[in-house]
C-alpha cells in the first residue's frame, strides 16, 4: 500500500526563476537538475527532510500538456488559483517579517484563525499563493 509521499509538483512560469525564488528567497535546496531534451526534472526541498521534495514543473506544451492545456494552466498559475501549503513554521510573525525582507510578496500578513493557526499569505513568482502557518498552542477548557 502506499506510505508515503515523496513530490509534489507546483506548476511554474519560468523554471531559472522559481529555482532562484525557492532557494534565494525560501531558503530551499535543490535536490535535482536533470535535463533530458525538452524536459527539466527540477526538484527542490528543505534542508533536513530528504524523503520529500517539490518539482518545479514548467508550464509548457509537450509531455502532458497539449498546447491548450499549456495555456489554460499558465492563466490558472498567474491567476493566483495554484498553489501548495501550507508550509509550517514555529514563528509565523518571524517567517513572516524575514520572508518579506527578502522581497517575498505577501497578500495577507500574520493573521490569527479560529481553526487553531497563525496563517500569512504569499505567492511565488509565478503567482502560486502559498499558505505560511504556525499551530496555535490550543487551550484547556
Known sequence: MINNLSVATIWVTDQNEAL????EKLGFEIRADVTNGDFRWL???LTGHPDFEIQLAAV???GPLTADDADQLTKLVEAGKMGIGPW???DCRTAYETLKARGVEFIQPPTDRPYG???????DNS?????LAQD???RRA
Do not use: C, H, L, S
Open 127 to 131: 503567482g502560486n499563493i502559498m499558505v
Open 43 to 45: 526538484t527542490v526541498g
Open 20 to 23: 532562484r525564488f525557492y532557494t
Open 60 to 62: 509548457k506544451a509537450g
Open 88 to 90: 509550517k513554521t514555529d
Open 136 to 138: 496555535k498552542p490550543q
Open 117 to 123: 493557526i497563525i496563517e500569512a499569505i504569499f505567492k
